[in-house]
């Protein structure tokens, strides 16, 4: 059982590897076309917020092409490890064809090739996270913080005032509402009736998530009342810049998310690879990303800006008897 082990985790490593270094290649089936094409649709929501310049888009291009390059050379050494794996499969056949034991030799081969997979997975993640990272740098600051705020979408909010946005409409516009009503609020009627509002607040989630502990009970109940009273303190500018963050704030986490995003660290700081990093700069590394980026490019090459012209020099229009056209009754 030892051997089998040892060989259904290679399998895992080798063929694991192998498709997570394929994992921005077409399969061609009809699933991966589809994800093709909604890929393409958040990546050109994302671009038409960001208003890249040209030379954005060129030094994006050189990094696409660069991670692309380094992905190439890790499919090509992952399926010369297959080959191995298939001799060391082969030999592993010869074996239990002679009975239920395998030899050192063969063990020893099977769990080299296992190490070897594992190795070369983590030298491939941490290599094109390098390269990966250079693309953010390549945008501004207020660019940088239009990608914190994208959520893929299938088409940019009807609403959206701000041309360099990107993505899908605010999640929180339920909790901004609640902000809304707390700050309009009187004084008498909000002393009165703050600890109602928290209330309900915990029932509403308690009705959709389970019951409060005393300690998580008391601990919410300081925190939302601390929260409301900070907004209500706020001028009306610093809260339209900061609602979002704070809606973000009065929201009640799952205890269930909290653990998920512990884990998430955790198992990030174990392989060295920033997951949030990586979900971002594949947004303008990706062969998706590097089709949209050359082709958007290359409109921008076509456009021609016409010659600056003098306004006083240009020949007046319509005009007669010292009026123009425009100012004819």
Known sequence: MKHIFIIMTMVGLVFGFVQMARADEDSGDSLKEIESIMEEIHIRNL????????????????IAEETKSVREEYIKKGEAMKEDYKKALLALTEELKKGPFVSQEVENKATSLKDKAKELGEQMKEEIQKVMAKSLEVLTDAQKQVLDDFKPCMAPPKNQKNPVRAGQASGNDHAI?????????????????????????????????????????????????????????????????????????????????????????????????????????????????????????????????????????????????????????
């Open 47 to 62: 671009y038409n917020g960001l208003n890249l310049t040209s030379s954005q888009i060129t030094q994006l291009i050189a």
């Open 177 to 329: 509402k609640l902000l809304k009503k707390v700050r309009e609020a009187s004084d008498p009627v909000f002393d009165s009736r703050k600890s109602e509002l928290v209330r309900k607040c915990l029932e509403k989630y308690e009705q959709h998530h389970g019951k409060f502990t005393d300690a998580e009970k008391t601990s919410e109940t300081g925190r939302l009342t601390v929260l409301f009273e900070k907004v209500r303190a706020m001028d009306a500018e610093e809260f339209e810049m900061e609602k979002e963050n704070i809606a973000g704030e009065a929201k009640i986490k799952d205890r269930a998310e909290e653990l998920q995003e512990e884990l998430s660290e955790l198992s990030a700081v174990r392989r060295n690879v920033d997951p949030e990093m990586m979900r971002k700069a594949k947004l303008f590394t990706s062969k998706r990303a590097l089709e949209v980026l050359k082709e958007r490019l290359e409109y921008a090459s076509d456009f021609q800006q016409g010659d600056l012209k003098n306004l006083g020099e240009l020949p007046s229009v319509g005009c007669e008897d010292g009026k123009c056209a425009i100012d004819k009754k």
